[in-house]
């Protein structure tokens, strides 16, 4: 390329007057609105419900009503199918906390159905176990609500779980 070439090429181009610097640029103040916060609070965790079953109170109408619905679709899912109660305690837990942890809104677990054929009987054990630990255990503040899904997603032998949001 010759100087006359690169002239004609140049020759509209115009020097930007300015002289900013970095130093002078000053960045736009980010305002966050109280109102539209949701975070759960270190008070509201320890001074928390424990969560039952089928229990809607601790959430707002529209929000209810979209869980009933099971409008939110599970995010993790957790197959205890074929483990014992006590490593799948540790597994619920686990499983829990790391989905609140990730920021996981809604998660399903899934215990199975058992055979409930005679009163003292061994089978089931999961899905008569699993509720109670989601409702007396250290995870219980993770969790806003929980229920019975439909039979597309398991029914008797699953429990549909909204966690609530996590804490920023």
Known sequence: ????????????????????HVDEIKPKEIVIRADKVKTVTFDVLKNSQSVQKDDFSQ??????????REEFKPQA??????????????????FIKS????????VLIITGKGLDEEIFST??????????????????????????????????????ILLRKRIV
């Not at 390329?1 to 900013?20: F, L, P, Y």
């Not at 250290?138 to 997603?153: F, G, H, Q, T």
């Open 1 to 20: 390329m010759t100087d006359e070439s690169w002239d004609e090429a140049v020759k509209g181009v115009k020097k930007i007057k300015t002289n900013r």
């Open 59 to 68: 959430m707002d109408g529209s929000l209810a009503k979209r869980f009933k």
């Open 77 to 94: 899912v957790l197959d205890l199918h074929g483990i014992t109660e006590k490593a799948a305690f540790d597994r619920v837990c686990d």
């Open 99 to 106: 989905a609140y942890d990730s920021g996981k809104r809604c």
């Open 123 to 160: 089978r089931g054990v999961l899905r008569k176990s699993v509720p109670q630990w989601l409702s007396g255990s250290e995870i219980s503040p993770l969790i806003l609500a929980y229920k019975n899904p439909s039979e597309a997603l398991g029914g008797a032998g699953a429990l549909y």
